[in-house]
């Protein structure tokens, strides 16, 4: 039989062991915790293929060349009751308000007629150090309305470095004589000579960014002449050029260029 001393001890001992097992399965579970979330994985964000990337949209800006030359010429010439008809027909050059740059010896001249015209419109390029005009072309009507362009190239003519010419689009009044009922538009063009950084950089550039890079340096006759391609941005990029000189148009067709069999001496019929 038991006696009372070995109940004592047995007592103890059930006791110690109630305490003991409790402790020892906490523990157990706090190590099988801490095991999974040291070994869950760690997700990253998965971009969805296709996904969109917001790009700001480059504005290109056409910045004046300094020193900037105020054009004494007037771009814009408006229309009315003119000799034998009735014309309402806007003659305007695409030129700023001061003096136009170019780098081309042979750059592409472009003006706009609002509405359609039966008259003949002669282009006028004079070079003040000579005696004869540099060019004098004339197109017979009708006239299609939109943007038209001359390209001195075409043309067989070149402009010297330094020399300010000036240019002009009259729509005559009485048949192919000139008179004071002309309609007359006139602008200012001068060609300067690129440094040879800016033509390392020419060379570096894709089309739209020589566009940028010409716009940057004032030179606003190449402006027009990248962003007058096919390519419906480069038009819309023109537009936008256009309206930073005040130049706004409700019709920006091209119409194709004068053709170089044109000449003043054209016979009207």
């Known amino acids: ?81 003119r000799g034998s008809d009735t014309d309402l027909a806007v003659v305007t050059l695409l030129v700023p308000e001061h003096v136009g740059v170019t780098f081309q010896a042979q750059p592409t001249l472009y003006w706009h007629l609002s509405e359609p015209t039966n008259r003949a419109a002669v282009t006028t390029v004079i070079n003040p150090n000579g005696l004869e005009p540099l060019l004098e072309i004339t197109q017979k009507g009708p006239i299609a309305a939109g943007v038209h362009a001359v390209n001195l190239a075409d043309q067989g003519k070149r402009l010297d470095v330094g ?9 005559l009044a009485n048949g192919d004589q000139p008179s004071s009922d002309d309609l007359i538009a ?3 063009i001068e060609m300067q000579k690129p440094t040879v950084d800016f033509e390392r950089q ?30 419906p941005s480069s038009k819309r990029e023109r537009k936008k050029v256009l309206e930073q000189v005040g130049l706004v148009f409700s019709n920006q067709v091209d119409q194709p260029h004068l053709a170089a069999s044109v000449s003043v001496d054209a016979d009207f019929d």
Request: aromatic share 8%.
């Open 163 to 171: 020399v300010l010419y000036e240019w002009s689009v009259s729509l």
């Open 1 to 81: 039989m038991f006696n009372e001393k070995m109940i004592s001890q047995l007592i103890t001992s059930v006791f110690i062991v109630s305490m003991i097992l409790p402790l020892t399965a906490y523990s157990e579970k706090n190590k099988s915790s801490a095991g999974q979330k040291t070994s869950k994985p760690i997700s990253h964000p998965v971009k969805k293929t296709g996904e969109r990337r917001e790009t700001k949209q480059r504005i290109l800006i056409y910045i004046p060349p300094k020193p900037e030359k105020p054009a004494p010429g007037i771009r814009i010439s408006t229309g009315g009751t």
């Open 186 to 188: 006139r602008g200012f």
């Open 202 to 231: 020419l060379a570096q550039k894709s089309v739209p960014e020589k566009a940028a890079l010409y716009a940057r340096e004032g030179v606003w006759y190449d402006v027009l002449s990248v962003l007058s391609r096919e390519e």
